[in-house]
């Protein structure tokens, strides 16, 4: 039977669900145990399954993830949570050069079946370091696996799908949506978990995005078809790999695409998708590939950061632009 939760909760299941069936499956993190995490995400589940399975670690991010490399080497499966996404970069080293390494270091003899949840994005009134979006820095590292689920129900599957990875896996959570409630079906059956997913159908132009940005173009759809257009939704879900074929015959079917993410879009991963659907679309397109997301900035402080992320009119004002052409 469905149930309707919101995403935090959804996770939180997820886990719960891991942890009953697969005694290899470890929780770790700063305060992920007696506190239940900062956003109370693993909530309750050192007291349901003790402190052997669920551990408070040390502050120290890097410790962190070299200790879930040591147990994946054991045949452990890690689970291991970044408390704030600008916390990472102390393990940056760890996952880049050893986490993301190991299978091809060892011909494929070492599995690294280690997921890293990573809460990220903005939208929360937080302070330095505590809404940041460095999805693109792991995305461009071989070995890595990055996705990130945008509502409850992708966020309960794509979890459970990421610890029966054998590959590591960066799990970005959507912070700004923990609290949004959809509805999840543990019964039913998720498809892959790097293929996109059309959300919404349209004709006149496809607007891709990923995590928390989703929710923003369902907004902009809506007011967009007040004024008599047609936009589609593609919800990536996966960041690394893309799933491109999916993307493309959005594209090719309403021949404009503007790409939507919460990151800078210098060098972000607009840009990558923005690229490959030109060369794999170009005498479909009707109008260049567009981008809406943050500034080459540091994140401004949290009276500020409504001018900085992408709002509703900022991606209009993108759709606007792609439809002129």
């Known amino acids: 039977m469905a149930e309707k939760m919101a995403l935090a909760k959804a996770i939180n299941e997820s886990l719960r669900h891991a942890l009953e ?14 506190l239940g995490g900062v956003f109370r995400v693993t909530d309750g ?15 120290a991010e890097s410790g962190i993830v070299g200790t879930a490399i040591g147990l994946a080497l054991r045949g452990y499966r890690p689970v291991v949570e970044i408390q704030f996404d600008g916390f990472v970069f102390p393990a940056y080293d760890q996952i880049v050069t050893q986490l993301a390494k190991m299978h091809a270091r060892a011909l494929g003899k070492v599995k690294m079946p280690v997921v890293v949840r990573i809460p990220y994005g903005g939208g929360i009134g937080a302070v330095e370091h505590h809404s940041e979006s460095p999805e693109a820095l792991f995305a461009h590292v071989a070995g890595l696996k990055v996705v990130s689920p945008s509502d409850a129900s992708d966020a309960y ?28 079906d543990p019964e039913a059956i998720p498809g892959p978990l790097h ?8 004709t006149d132009l496809t607007l891709a995005a990923y995590g928390p940005m989703v929710k923003l173009c369902r907004e902009v759809a809506d007011a967009a078809a007040e004024e008599g257009r047609s936009l589609e939704i593609v919800d990536l879900r996966s960041i690394s790999p893309i799933d491109f074929d999916t993307l493309q015959a959005s594209v090719e079917k309403t021949r404009r695409l503007v790409v939507v993410h919460e990151a800078p879009v ?19 397109l009707e109008a260049p590939v567009l981008r809406v997301g943050g500034y080459h900035a540091p994140y401004p402080p949290a009276r ?7 709002d509703l009119d900022r991606v209009l004002d993108a759709v606007d632009r792609s439809l002129a052409y």
Request: glycine share 8%; hydrophobic share 40%; no cysteine.
């Open 21 to 34: 069936t697969d005694p290899k499956v470890l929780v770790m993190g700063e305060d992920v145990g007696k």
């Open 45 to 59: 589940l050192q007291k349901d399954f003790g402190e052997n399975r669920v551990i408070d670690t040390p502050l």
């Open 157 to 184: 599957w794509m979890m459970q799908q990421a610890i029966q990875s054998d590959d590591p896996v960066i799990f970005f959570e959507p912070k700004r949506r923990y609290w949004d409630k959809g509805e999840v």
């Open 195 to 202: 293929a996109a997913r059309v959300v919404r159908e349209g």
């Open 266 to 284: 210098f060098f972000g991963s607009g840009a990558e998708i923005a690229a490959r659907i030109t060369e794999r679309s170009f005498y479909h």
């Open 304 to 310: 500020l950061e409504e001018e900085y992320l992408p």
